[in-house]
């Protein structure tokens, strides 16, 4: 019996995602990066962003994607209006300040 309380499955997915700093293996596509050059820091990308991927991050002075927990879904390129998301086939891990900003979303949206 699910317990009391938790968190739905898909946020407990994602939360062991950061947990494990690991992409889902089952993931076909890609993740995507955004190109920071072109970036007008809208935020419409990361209201966007499915609450079970929760993979975007402001982090003030720039938007960024955790590749690890991208899906490539990929709902953010369809509102971003200047079209600075690319698919990232060479994608690298993500650094352990990042993760410590993604800790704090674990068991919630971002
Ligand atoms: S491709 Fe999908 S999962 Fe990845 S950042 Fe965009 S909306 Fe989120
Ligand atoms: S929607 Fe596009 S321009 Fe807006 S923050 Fe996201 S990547 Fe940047």
């Known amino acids: 019996m ?9 946020v407990k997915a994602r939360s062991e995602r950061i ?5 889902n293996a089952d993931w076909k596509k890609p993740p995507r990066r955004i190109e920071r050059s072109e970036c007008i820091t809208c935020d419409s990308c990361l209201r966007s962003c499915p609450p079970e991927f929760g993979a ?3 982090r003030g002075l720039d938007v960024i994607i955790v590749p690890e927990l991208c899906s490539g879904c990929p709902a ?9 998301i690319y698919v990232d086939e060479d994608w690298s891990p993500t650094g352990g300040d ?12 971002p």
């Open 98 to 109: 990042l993760w410590a900003l993604a800790d704090l979303t674990a068991e919630g949206t």
């Open 2 to 10: 699910p317990q009391k309380n938790a968190p739905p499955a898909a």
């Open 19 to 23: 947990t494990s700093r690991s992409r």
């Open 56 to 58: 975007i991050f402001d």
């Open 76 to 84: 953010c390129v369809l509102v971003c209006p200047v079209d600075c």
